[in-house]
């Protein structure tokens, strides 16, 4: 499990856009704006989306789970978290997740669609006063 930096966790903590990156089937990026969630018990960054969006296809192409990036910036400040991307259908999983969700931006509507993308970050990058 991966733990933040102080710097890092407060930074994931406010709130900030982020864009998310996925590979499409033919290599290329597809880049979204996207809100995340940080949860630092697991070192998972969750996103809710819906089932049918192309980052929750990108995630689970070929039925095996794909890596992705998050890049959170605010002015000069920045941080990238990378892992393996899954999709979650699971409803404890999607409730913890917009609960999460309402802390940080706002609450969401009711999406029967909607799934959780769960990155499990394994790498970090940030702005040199955030790293270790």
Excluded at 79 to 96: N, P
Aim: glycine share 6%.
């Amino acid at each position: 499990m991966f733990h933040l930096t102080p710097e890092q966790l407060v930074f994931v903590t406010e709130r900030h856009l982020a864009t998310l990156t996925t590979l499409r089937s033919d290599g290329t990026p597809h880049v979204v704006p996207v809100a995340f969630t940080w949860d630092p018990e697991q070192g998972v960054a969750r996103i809710t989306t819906k089932k049918t969006s192309v980052k929750a296809r990108n995630a689970m192409r070929d039925g095996a789970p794909q890596r992705a990036a998050l890049c959170q910036v605010d002015g000069g400040r920045w941080m990238t978290l990378e892992g393996v991307i899954t999709l979650s259908e699971d409803r404890a999983e999607i409730d913890d997740a917009v609960a999460r969700y309402a802390r940080r931006y706002r609450q969401l509507g009711e999406n029967p669609q909607r799934v959780v993308l769960r990155v499990t970050v394994d790498r970090v990058m940030s702005s040199a006063y955030m790293s270790r």
